[in-house]
C-alpha cells in the first residue's frame, strides 16, 4: 500500500506556470510507476504524463513540450512542472501510482494505476 499526497496547485494566468508534487509515503521501498491524470468538470479522467523506474516518461500531445514529469527517489517524490499553461489546462490533477515489476516501461501511459491521490486543483485564466 502506498499513500500519496499531491500538493502545488493553484490559480495562474495563461501562459504561466505551476509545478506540482507528489509525495508518497506507505511501502515506498517497492518499486513504482507514476503518472498525473487530469479531470476538468464534465470531462473524463485524462492522462497526462508517467514516469517508469528507470526514468522513461510519456506525455499526452496536449501537453507535450510543455510539460516535464520527474522523479526524486531519494525523497519519493513525483513532479510535474507545468509550462506555458492554457486554461483548457484547468483541472483537478491527480497523482497515481502502479507497482512495476519492470525496470522499463516502453508505454507508461498504458500502466494500470492502482492507488490515488486526492488531486490539487489547478485553475489557469485567459
Known amino acids: 500500500q502506498v499513500q500519496l499526497v499531491e500538493s502545488g496547485g493553484g490559480s495562474v494566468q495563461a501562459g504561466g506556470s505551476l509545478r506540482l508534487s507528489c509525495a508518497a509515503s506507505g511501502d515506498t521501498g517497492s518499486s513504482y510507476c507514476m503518472g498525473w491524470f487530469r479531470q476538468a468538470p464534465g470531462k473524463e479522467r485524462e492522462k497526462v504524463a508517467a514516469i517508469d523506474r528507470r526514468g522513461t516518461t510519456g506525455y499526452a500531445d496536449s501537453v507535450k513540450g510543455r510539460y516535464t514529469i520527474s522523479k526524486d527517489n531519494v525523497k519519493v517524490t513525483l513532479l510535474l512542472q507545468m509550462n506555458d499553461l492554457k486554461p483548457e489546462d484547468a483541472a483537478m490533477y491527480y497523482c497515481?501510482?502502479?507497482?512495476?515489476?519492470?525496470?522499463?516501461?516502453?508505454?507508461?501511459?498504458?500502466?494500470?494505476?492502482?492507488?490515488w491521490g486526492q488531486g490539487t486543483q489547478v485553475t489557469v485564466s485567459s
Open positions: 497515481a501510482a502502479a507497482s512495476c515489476s519492470q525496470w522499463y516501461i516502453r508505454a507508461p501511459l498504458d500502466v494500470d494505476f492502482t492507488y
